[in-house]
């Protein structure tokens, strides 16, 4: 019999990776892409909160959400936030194969390797598209940055972008990379057609 892989396997706790995530991953990510400033951006599988911060200080987002299925990381990600200084920011449960917000309601989702850890992640990239404006970002990891982050558990694991084809490949800098949802396609059109 097939193993079915887990709903949700948490992420250990490490402050050495967290310290490089802060200070190095996210600022170069966001130079290397050129991410735009002053969006409305959706962190999903944002955890304990690490890139929040620094999204807020490098981009200047109208809207900053963060959205995960762990309540007690969605805690430390609120602490994370006020410790930091930032203001407005939205902490949501959730799941990202099941986003509780609108169509378009987002011009960037950020995604640091949540959905290669999840089951079904053709629903996931489904629902990112649907929140995603026209021409909106969705920015993640390459599996060359999973590979180098969690080499057991992301081994082999690919995201189903034939399930998306209105997430059309944008920029990528080696360890990360960007789509751009297309402005013709309406929420699901692709899918449906």
Known sequence: ????????????????????????????????????????????????????????????????????????????????????????AELVPGDV??????????????????????ARRADALAEIARVLAADGLYVHETPLSQLLSHPVRSFTRRLPWRAVPELRPYRTAVLWSSRRRSPNAGPRAMLDA
């Not at 194969?97 to 999840?118: E, K, N, Q, W």
Request: hydrophobic share 40%; charged share 25%.
């Open 97 to 118: 194969r099941s986003l509780p917000f609108p169509d378009a309601s987002f011009d960037m989702v950020v995604d640091f390797g949540t959905c290669y850890h999840v």
């Open 1 to 88: 019999m097939p193993q079915r892989e887990p709903e949700y396997q948490p992420f250990p706790n490490e402050e050495g990776r967290n310290t490089r995530q802060a200070a190095l991953e996210v600022p170069l990510m966001v130079r290397a892409l050129r991410l735009p400033s002053g969006g409305r951006i959706l962190e999903v599988g944002c955890g304990r909160g690490i890139a929040l911060p620094v999204l807020a200080r490098l981009c200047r987002p109208a809207r900053l959400v963060g959205l995960d299925v762990d309540p007690v990381f969605l805690e430390e990600a609120g602490a994370r936030l006020d410790a930091q200084g930032v203001a407005g």
